[in-house]
């Protein structure tokens, strides 16, 4: 067997193991990728994405997945950026880091829909809180002038993102408030 045949059929074996929910989140995954993310280069939207896929699923599916605002490490040190991503029965959603804005500096990553890599990039490694070691490598960033504004910010931004992800009617102003036009209804035409 070819290739492309062994991943077609191992594809279609991890398709066949889903619940009907999971296939249901696979599809709207794999829809937002295709139809916004992968044609438009979406960078650091995680948030965004992540804050989409919670509401479109619940409002149109009557899904609840957990939309989680936590950090993601690359392996390369202790410092850990804040992302978002969803869950559904521990299993994550994370289309955002296929594209970055410094892929010199913030990797691009795997693309997972429920737990499968469906486009390969650095393994990134995700926390729901920062290890002892980021928070030891936030504190020296702090004592340097020139970072310190820049981590305030990041540390207060991430704060924010963390109180939206538990309050629907947050998620959807934000959605509503994006600058590019790329609002919550103009996200749910291109998928659906």
């Known amino acids: 067997m070819g290739e492309a045949k062994k991943k077609m059929a191992a594809a279609r074996e991890?398709?066949?193991?889903?619940?009907?929910?999971?296939?249901?989140?696979?599809?709207?995954?794999?829809?937002?990728f295709s139809a916004?993310?992968?044609?438009?280069?979406?960078?650091?939207?995680?948030?965004?994405?992540?804050?989409?896929?919670?509401?479109?699923?619940?409002?149109h599916h009557g899904i609840s997945v957990v939309p989680i605002v936590g950090?993601?490490?690359?392996?390369?040190?202790?410092?850990?950026?804040?992302?978002?991503?969803?869950?559904?029965?521990?299993?994550?959603?994370?289309l955002a880091l296929a594209f970055t804005?410094?892929?010199e500096a913030q990797l691009v990553g795997e693309v997972l829909i429920l737990d499968r890599v469906?486009?390969?990039?650095?393994?990134?490694?995700?926390?729901?809180?920062?290890?002892?070691?980021?928070?030891?490598?936030?504190?020296?960033?702090r004592s340097d002038m020139k970072f310190a504004t820049l981590a305030?910010?990041?540390e207060q931004e991430h704060l924010?993102?963390?109180?939206?992800?538990?309050?629907?009617?947050l998620r959807r102003a934000y959605l509503d408030d994006a600058p590019d036009g790329?609002?919550?209804?103009r996200l749910v035409k291109l998928i659906e």
């Open 101 to 103: 804005e410094h892929p």
């Open 152 to 154: 305030d910010h990041k």
């Open 182 to 185: 790329f609002v919550y209804d």
């Open 71 to 94: 950090y993601i490490n690359d392996g390369e040190g202790d410092i850990m950026a804040s992302h978002a991503w969803i869950e559904l029965g521990g299993k994550k959603v994370d």
């Open 14 to 32: 991890w398709r066949e193991s889903l619940s009907p929910d999971e296939i249901v989140v696979a599809d709207a995954a794999a829809k937002l």
């Open 36 to 59: 916004f993310v992968q044609p438009f280069q979406a960078m650091g939207m995680c948030y965004r994405l992540t804050f989409f896929l919670a509401e479109y699923l619940q409002d």
């Open 118 to 141: 469906t486009r390969p990039g650095v393994r990134y490694t995700y926390h729901r809180e920062r290890s002892p070691e980021a928070l030891r490598a936030i504190m020296r960033l």
């Open 160 to 169: 924010t993102m963390k109180a939206r992800a538990q309050n629907p009617d």
